[in-house]
């Protein structure tokens, strides 16, 4: 939701009941468009770049689950958002100072009292190649399958409305075509890496998602129907200061149709034993204009376990006390056969 739109409608016990009405059903206008994200997004590479599919420094592959619950003080049924994932380095053999990256990502969401539901299924093929012994090239696709439906027992209307509460008993404008879509959705990314040395890792990335524009609306075909594009940029480093400490700055931007989304902040992985095998992170992230996120976490023998929580600086606060969202994410990393020599050179312990 824009701020514009968020402004007008927070100042009145109508604006309130409107803002709610909004946020469960999530169908009018810029609203459908958005897609599910996380605070945490380095931990969702494979929704955040097809090209991250196999772009792992430190191991052969990784497993990853996350889990966000948004909006539990201010709505009855909170927003709920599950992913797991997989992806690997395969072919490293057969080619020439590069490697395939195969992966899949699982994404679901149940949102508000209209129970609208999204299941997500892709699979991802990224081709990586070394440019000289400093620097790598990715580019990346994936093609997945979405469900989104919808159950309207519960909604209500805004022409539902009757100066002081929602009457059901009202009659509505409001008519669904269909109460479940399906559709194939088309995702593509680069990826351009360098790291001079062992203490130095800078990697940006560009994706573009919903690229075949599919179709996604409960109401009557229209014009108006069709995903937008999605553009993601980001830039992130792990810079080792010290025998004790790699910090990891990041920048994230997303933009689709009227709404964008910037994330910045840092990471540091404190080390606590004498070869990394356990870690300490910390770090603040900041959604502008909108939440600043603290996060906290640990890494042990290749697990790396976060929370992080969203606290409400927009005017959203008025109504759900700066309390936003509570995020959790745990990542396994390892190797098919043992540790080997890596092409790319990641700072670590």
Not at 131 to 158: E, H
Request: glycine share 10%.
């Amino acid at each position: 939701m824009n701020g514009s739109i968020k402004n007008k409608i927070t100042g009145s016990s109508f604006g309130r009941a409107l803002l709610l009405w909004l946020l469960s059903f999530g169908l009018g206008g810029n609203i459908i468009s958005q897609d599910l994200h996380f605070s945490q997004f380095f931990s969702s590479p494979l929704s955040t770049n097809p090209a991250n599919t196999g772009f792992i420094p430190d191991a052969d592959y990784r497993l990853g689950a996350q889990y966000r619950s948004q909006y539990n003080n201010i709505m009855a049924k909170p927003y709920r958002t599950y992913s797991v994932f997989g992806d690997a380095q395969v072919m490293r053999d057969k080619l020439d100072n590069g490697w395939i990256g195969i992966g899949g990502l699982m994404m679901s969401d149940v949102a508000g009292s209209g129970v609208l539901k999204s299941t997500k299924l892709y699979g991802s093929l990224a081709c990586h190649q070394m440019l000289g012994n400093t620097s790598l090239l990715s580019a990346g696709f994936n093609l997945g399958w979405v469900n989104k439906s919808i159950s309207i027992a519960d909604l209500k209307f805004p022409d539902q409305f009757n100066g002081h509460f929602f009457d059901n008993q009202l009659p509505t404008a409001v008519a669904l075509e269909n109460t479940s879509v399906n559709y194939f959705d088309v995702q593509a990314g680069v990826n351009y890496a360098i790291f001079p040395n062992e203490e130095i890792y800078i990697n940006a990335g560009y994706s573009m998602h919903h690229v075949n524009q599919a179709k996604e609306s409960f109401f009557a075909a229209g014009v108006n129907d069709r995903i937008p594009l999605r553009h993601i940029g980001f830039v992130n480093a792990k810079l080792k200061m010290n025998d004790k400490l790699i910090v990891s700055p990041n920048v994230f931007y997303s933009n689709q149709q009227y709404a964008s989304n910037l994330v910045l902040g840092s990471l540091a992985n404190i080390n606590l034993a004498e070869a990394g095998e356990r870690q300490l992170i910390v770090g603040c992230y900041y959604r502008w204009k909108d939440a600043v996120i603290p996060m906290v976490g640990w890494e042990m023998n290749k697990f790396e376990l976060i929370f992080s929580y969203d606290v409400t600086l927009s005017a959203l606060k008025n109504y759900n006390a700066g309390k936003g969202a509570l995020e959790c994410s745990l990542i396994r990393k390892g190797d098919f056969s043992g540790p080997a020599v890596k092409q790319t050179l990641c700072p670590s312990f």
